[in-house]
C-alpha cells in the first residue's frame, strides 16, 4: 500500500471523527453555530498536514484500517465479516475495482480484507482479470458499475430466493447503501434542505473522501448556506489538502471564492499547487467589481478593473463586459458603459440584462430616440427591459424641444405604455400632446392615468390644467376639489388668478409654475414645465427605477420645481441608501416634500427615519407639528389641536397667529377662562382675531348664563 | 356551527365511534392482499426502482402512493417488493430537513422533486407500514425510520385547534395566519388505523387525541342536504364550515373517509350512517355539498368496491365481480386493494 493512500485514510479518519461528533447532536437550527468548536479544531490540521510522514504511519497501523476504510459505514445491514471463514475470501469486489481501474478503492479493499482475515493473501496482480467463477455476481457488479442500482437489489433478491444461505458481498451491500445514501444527499441539496444535508453526511462519514468530491462540495455549501462559513471553509480545506484531481481542485476553490466571505476563501489559497488557481483569482476579482457595481458606491481597485478588462476583452461569453458595463454605468459613464454593453452584446445577443444596460447607457447618454428603436423589440423580454423602455420613452417625449416623433413610433409607444399601465409613461404621453396643442387627447391621457393610479398626483394636476385649458371650469374644479387638501400646487389651480392660458403663436403652451411663495411666475422656458421635469432633473428614468444615490439629488430638483409629490416619491427611494448621511438629508427632504403637500403624518414619520441635525430636527418638527395642529382644529378635533400645539412648544415659540388658534381651540371646547386668558395675551399685541375671540368668549359666557 | 354544539358532537362521537386508539392488539393485516393481486397491481404502478406511479395524474409519485405501495406490499408481505419502495421513498422523498416527506416528484423534471412541501397523509402512511413492517419482521431499520418519522410527525403537524388536537395538512401553510385566523385541515388525513402504530413509535405525542378528535370532526363535519363531509374543512373559533378557497365537495379525498373509519374497527352506526345512506340513494360520486347531487359519477370498480365495503360493514356481502381485483388505474386500484383487505381481515363472511 502506498504511503498516499494510508494519508488518505487517515484523514478519511479524521474527518470522520469531527463528523460523527456532530451526528451525535441533536438536529441543530441553522443559525445555531455550537459545531465551531472542539473537534474541527483536532480534525482539520491533520487533514492538512498530509506531508507529516512519521505521525501518520503510526496512525494508519493495518489493524485499524477496517474502522476507517470507506467501504465501512456504520449501520449496514450485512453481517458481522467475521463470520466468514478465511476459505472462501470475496475477492469479487476487488475484481470490479481493478475492472473500474480504481486503484484507491483496491487497495483500500485489499487493506480491509487482510484486516479480516490476517492470512489472506491479495493476488499477486489485483488489476489483471481474475478467473472468476460466479458470473451472477459478476453480473451484479456489472450493472453497480453502470449506476443500475435498483437492478442489481432486485438480483441480489432473486438470488436469495433462489439460494437462502447466499449472502452478497459486503462491499456490495455497503457500496449500495452509501450509493443509497449519496444519491439522498444530493437530492436534500438539490432541494435546498440544508439541515438534511448535514445530517446525512454526520451519519455517512464514509462519503466524505475524495471519491465523492461532489458530495463534500454540498457538505461545503449546506454549511454555508446555514451561517456556518468556518465549516464550508474546513470542508473545502480537506478537499485542497487531500485529493488531486486537477478539475476538482480548481472547483473547488472557484466554489470558495463563489460562497464564502473574501477572507475565508483567501486562507484557502494556500493550498494552491503551482499557479493552478489562477482563474479562481480572476473570480475573486469579478466577485470584487462586481459587488462594488451592484451599487453607486465606492470605486473598484485600478488593478482589478484592469485585469478585468483584459479579461472581458478576451472573453468568448458576455459575463465580463456586461458586468463592466454595469459598473461605469452605475459610475455616471455611460460612454463606457455603452462601450462594455455592446461587446457584451456581440457574445449575447440574446442577453436581455445586456440589452438593458445597452438601453440605460442610451438612457443616460440622452440619446432616448436611438433607445426607443433599440429598446422596442426588447420591451416583453423581461419587466427591467420594459422599465428601461418606458425610461427612454419618458425620456423622448419630454426632450427640450419636443422631438419630432413619427406616427408609426407614437403608435408603438402608446401600445407598449397601454399594455403596461405605466404613469410615468402616459402622464409624458399627455404633455406631449399638451404641448401639440392637442388638448382633448392630452386629457384623456391624464383621465387614462388616474384610472391606472388614482393616487396619481401629477396626471391629477395635469388633468386639471388641460381641462382648465379647454375651459371646463366645472370638469377642472372636481379635480381640485378632490385633490385640495393633498396638493398644493393643484389647489391653487382653483385660485383667482392662477388660470392657465394658452399663450404665444406657436405650439409651445406653457403650464404655471409655482414659486415656494405661492406666486405664479412665468416659466422660463419654453416648454411645458412639468413635462420637462424629469428631464430637466438630470434623468429620465421613472422615479421607481432610481438607485437612492441617483434619487436624491432627483427629489431636491423636483422640490425646486414644487413637484412635492413626486419629490417625496424620489425621497422615499434614497432613504433606503446604505449611507446614512443620504439617508438623513433624504428623510429630510421627504419630511420637507410631505409638509409642502400638506400630508403631515408622512412628514412627521419621515422626519424621525433617519437621524437628523438638531438644527434640522427643530425645523421639521415645528413645521409638522405647525400642520397639524391646523389641520387638527379644521376637523374640529380641538383637544387634539392644543395637544399638538403644546408639542410644537418644545421646539420653538408660539408665534401670535397660533396663539390665537390655541384660544379658539380653548373656546370651542367651552374652556371660557383658558379662551380668554390666551386671547387677552394676544389681544395685547393688537391682534384683531384675538380681539374678536374675546367678544366671542364674552358672547359665549353670556348666553349660557 | 357554534362551539357548543361542537362539544355536544364530541360527546357524541366519543359514545358512539368506538374507534380503537391504542391497548387494542392491531390487526395483522399481512396476507390479506394476494400474491396474485400485489403482483398485478406493482405489475402497473410499481416501477423496479420503488417508485409508485400516480398513472393518471401525468405520471408522478408521491409520498402518498409510496406510503398506498408500502402498506399494500406489507400487506402483501412482499418484503422484497416493500424494500425496494422504501429505498426510492427515503432516496428520493425523505430529504427534508424536518424529516418529513417532501409530497411531489415528477420524472420528467430536474430535479424530481418539484414541490418540496411534505403532505401529512404520506407521512402518516409511510410511518404506519413502516412500524408494520419493522415490527413483524423484525427490520431494524425500519422501526428505527418509523420511529424518526412519527416523532418528525408529531412534533411538526400536530397543532391545536379549539383545544383539540388536529393534523395540519402540511409543516407550511395552511396555518391561521394565512387563512384568516382559519384553520383548514383535511378529514381524509386522519388514517385511524396508524394512530395506536404512532403511539408506539413516538409514544411522547397525543395520537390518543388525534383520533378522538378526527372521529369528532368528522362527525361534526356534515354539510349540505347530504350531511358529508368537504374534502377540505375550515376550522374557527365558530366551528367547522367547507374550507374556502376549495370546492365544496365531497370528493377524492373525502371519498377514503369511510374505508380509514372502517379499516380502523369503525362499526355500522351514527358515525357511518350518512356515508352508508350516500352509498345507497347515490352510489359512488363526487358530491357537491350546496345540492347534496353528484357532480361526478365514479364508476372504477375500486370506488365501487368503497361502498360495497360501507354495505358490508351492515351485513351485505360484496358483489362477486368486485372481489377480483384487476387493476385500472393508480387510485381507484389501490383504494380497491385496501378495501378487500378490510373486508379479509375483518368481514370475512361478506365473501
Redesign the interface.
Known amino acids: 500500500m502506498s504511503v498516499k493512500t494510508l494519508v488518505q485514510l487517515v484523514v478519511v479518519a479524521g474527518v470522520a471523527t469531527w463528523i460523527v461528533t456532530e451526528g451525535l447532536m441533536p438536529p441543530t437550527p441553522p443559525g445555531v453555530d455550537d459545531l465551531t468548536t472542539g473537534a474541527i479544531g483536532t480534525a482539520i490540521p491533520s487533514a492538512r498536514r498530509t506531508d507529516a510522514g512519521p505521525l501518520v504511519i503510526t496512525q494508519a497501523m493495518p489493524d485499524e484500517l477496517p474502522r476507517n476504510t470507506q467501504l465501512n459505514s456504520p449501520g449496514t445491514a450485512s453481517p458481522p465479516p467475521t463470520d466468514r471463514r478465511s476459505g472462501d475470501v470475496d475477492e469479487s469486489a476487488l475484481r470490479y475495482f481493478a475492472r473500474q481501474g480504481d486503484a484507491r478503492r483496491l487497495e483500500a479493499e485489499i487493506a480491509r480484507l487482510r484486516a479480516i482475515y490476517p492470512g489472506w493473501q491479495p493476488p499477486a496482480d489485483p488489476l489483471a482479470p481474475v478467473d472468476y467463477a460466479d458470473h451472477e455476481l459478476d453480473r451484479m457488479w456489472q450493472l453497480f458499475s453502470e449506476g443500475r442500482y435498483a437492478e442489481v437489489r432486485a438480483a441480489i433478491a432473486d438470488r436469495r430466493k433462489k439460494e437462502p444461505q447466499w449472502q452478497p458481498p459486503d462491499a456490495l451491500v455497503q457500496l449500495l447503501d452509501q450509493t443509497d445514501t449519496r444519491i439522498r444527499l444530493t437530492n436534500a441539496s438539490d432541494a435546498k434542505q440544508w439541515g438534511a444535508v448535514v445530517d446525512i453526511a454526520a451519519k455517512t462519514p464514509s462519503l466524505l473522501t475524495c471519491d465523492y468530491v461532489d458530495v463534500l462540495w454540498r457538505v461545503a455549501e449546506a454549511f454555508a448556506n446555514t451561517d456556518r462559513p468556518n465549516r464550508a471553509e474546513d470542508a473545502y480545506a480537506y478537499i485542497l489538502a487531500n485529493c488531486d484531481n486537477p478539475q476538482e481542485r480548481l472547483a473547488t476553490i472557484r466554489k470558495a471564492v463563489a460562497l464564502l466571505p473574501e477572507k475565508d476563501s483567501d486562507t484557502l489559497f494556500t493550498f494552491e499547487r503551482g499557479d493552478e488557481f489562477a482563474a479562481a483569482r480572476d473570480d475573486q476579482i469579478r466577485r470584487r467589481v462586481g459587488k462594488i457595481a451592484e451599487t453607486e458606491e465606492g470605486l473598484a481597485d485600478p488593478a482589478d478593473l484592469t485585469r478585468l478588462e483584459d479579461l472581458a476583452r478576451a472573453a468568448a461569453d458576455s459575463g465580463d463586459p456586461a458586468l463592466l458595463g454595469w459598473y461605469y454605468y452605475r459610475r455616471d459613464k455611460p460612454g463606457v458603459a455603452l462601450d462594455w454593453f455592446t461587446d457584451a452584446r456581440e457574445r449575447a445577443p440574446e442577453s436581455a440584462k445586456a440589452a438593458e444596460g445597452y438601453a440605460l447607457s442610451l438612457n443616460q447618454l440622452d440619446r432616448f430616440a436611438e433607445a426607443e428603436t433599440f429598446g422596442y423589440d426588447w420591451a416583453d423580454a423581461t419587466e427591467d427591459n420594459l422599465a428601461a423602455y418606458l425610461g427612454s420613452v419618458v425620456g423622448l417625449l419630454s426632450m427640450d424641444p419636443p422631438p419630432r416623433v413619427s406616427e408609426s413610433t407614437l403608435e408603438r409607444i402608446v401600445s407598449v405604455v397601454v399594455k403596461a399601465r405605466d404613469p410615468a409613461a402616459g402622464e409624458q404621453l399627455g404633455w406631449y400632446a399638451y404641448n401639440l396643442k392637442q388638448i382633448k387627447t392630452a386629457t384623456r391621457w391624464f383621465e387614462t392615468v388616474l384610472r391606472w393610479d388614482p393616487e396619481d398626483e401629477s396626471a391629477a394636476y395635469g388633468l386639471a390644467v388641460t381641462r382648465l385649458a379647454l375651459k371646463d371650469r366645472t370638469g377642472a374644479n372636481v379635480v381640485i376639489r378632490e385633490w385640495a387638501d393633498r396638493s398644493e400646487r393643484i389647489a391653487k389651480l382653483g385660485k383667482p388668478g392662477s388660470r392657465t392660458e394658452l399663450r404665444g403663436p406657436n405650439y409651445t403652451i406653457d403650464a404655471p409654475v409655482y414659486d415656494e411663495g405661492g406666486i405664479v411666475r412665468t416659466p422660463v422656458r419654453r416648454t411645458a414645465a412639468p413635462a420637462a421635469a424629469p428631464a430637466r432633473c438630470g434623468g429620465s428614468a421613472p422615479v421607481n427605477t432610481l438607485t437612492p444615490t441617483q434619487a436624491l439629488p432627483r427629489g431636491w430638483c423636483l422640490m425646486d420645481l414644487n413637484r412635492p409629490v413626486e419629490a417625496a416619491a424620489a425621497f422615499e427611494i434614497a432613504m433606503r441608501s446604505p449611507n446614512a448621511k443620504v439617508r438623513s438629508d433624504a428623510a429630510y427632504g421627504a419630511s420637507l416634500a410631505n409638509l409642502r403637500s400638506g400630508v403631515t403624518d408622512k412628514a412627521a414619520v419621515a422626519a424621525a427615519s433617519a437621524p437628523q441635525s438638531s438644527k434640522r430636527q427643530t425645523e421639521l418638527m415645528t413645521s409638522v407639528l405647525t400642520q397639524q395642529a391646523l389641520a387638527l382644529y379644521a376637523e374640529g378635533r380641538y383637544a387634539e389641536t392644543i395637544l399638538a400645539l403644546d408639542a410644537r412648544n418644545q421646539y420653538a415659540q408660539e408665534q401670535n397667529d397660533l396663539l390665537v388658534l390655541r384660544g379658539w381651540a380653548y373656546l370651542k371646547m367651552r374652556r371660557y377662562a383658558d379662551a380668554r386668558r390666551i386671547f387677552q395675551a394676544a389681544a395685547g399685541t393688537g391682534s384683531p382675531d384675538a380681539i374678536r375671540g374675546l367678544a366671542e368668549v364674552q358672547a359665549a359666557q353670556s348666553g349660557l348664563r | 356551527m357554534s362551539a357548543s354544539l361542537l362539544r355536544r358532537l364530541a360527546v357524541v362521537a366519543a359514545c358512539y365511534t368506538a374507534l380503537p386508539v391504542a391497548a387494542q392488539p392491531a390487526p395483522t393485516m399481512e396476507g390479506t392482499v394476494s400474491g396474485a393481486e400485489w403482483t398485478a397491481y406493482a405489475d402497473h404502478f410499481v416501477?423496479?426502482?420503488?417508485r409508485v406511479v400516480d398513472d393518471v395524474n401525468g405520471g408522478i409519485s408521491h409520498s402518498e402512493s409510496q406510503g398506498y405501495g408500502l402498506l399494500l406490499a406489507y400487506s402483501a408481505g412482499d418484503r422484497?417488493g416493500f424494500?425496494?419502495i422504501w429505498?426510492f421513498t427515503?432516496?428520493?422523498l425523505?430529504?427534508?430537513?424536518?424529516?418529513l416527506a417532501?409530497w411531489k416528484w415528477d420524472a420528467s423534471a430536474k430535479?424530481?422533486?418539484v414541490d418540496?412541501n411534505n403532505a401529512s397523509d404520506g407521512d402518516v402512511l409511510i410511518a404506519y407500514a413502516l412500524g408494520l413492517a419493522g415490527e413483524s419482521w423484525r427490520n431494524q431499520?425500519y422501526s428505527e425510520a418509523a420511529r424518526g418519522l412519527a416523532s418528525a410527525i408529531g412534533e411538526n403537524l400536530l397543532t391545536d385547534a379549539n383545544n383539540r388536537i388536529v393534523l395540519r395538512p402540511g409543516a407550511e401553510g395552511f396555518g391561521r395566519a394565512d387563512n384568516n385566523g382559519m384553520l383548514v385541515v383535511n378529514p381524509s388525513y386522519w388514517i385511524f388505523e396508524a394512530f395506536p402504530m404512532l403511539e408506539k413509535l413516538a409514544p411522547d405525542h397525543p395520537w390518543q387525541q388525534l383520533a378522538a378528535s378526527g372521529a369528532e370532526l368528522i362527525n361534526a363535519a356534515r354539510f349540505g342536504p347530504a350531511r358529508l363531509p368537504t374534502d377540505w374543512v375550515a376550522i374557527s373559533a365558530e366551528g367547522l364550515t367547507p374550507a374556502p378557497d376549495f370546492p365544496a365537495v365531497y370528493g377524492y379525498n373525502a371519498i377514503r373517509i369511510p374505508l380509514y373509519l372502517l379499516r380502523a374497527g369503525a362499526k355500522s352506526g351514527p358515525l357511518l350512517e350518512n356515508f352508508e345512506h350516500a352509498a345507497a340513494s347515490i352510489g359512488p360520486a363526487i358530491i357537491d355539498i350546496a345540492t347534496g347531487q353528484p357532480v361526478e359519477t365514479l364508476t372504477d370498480p375500486g370506488y365501487r368496491m368503497l361502498d360495497a365495503a360501507l354495505a358490508c360493514a351492515a351485513g351485505t356481502p360484496v358483489p362477486e365481480d368486485l372481489r377480483r381485483f384487476e387493476p385500472t388505474t393508480y387510485y381507484p386500484s389501490t383504494l380497491h386493494l385496501l378495501a378487500l383487505s378490510y373486508v379479509r381481515e375483518r368481514q370475512p363472511q361478506c365473501l
Open positions: 416501477g423496479e426502482d420503488g422484497d424494500d425496494r429505498t427515503r432516496n428520493e425523505l430529504i427534508r430537513s424536518d424529516r417532501a430535479p424530481h422533486v418540496v431499520r
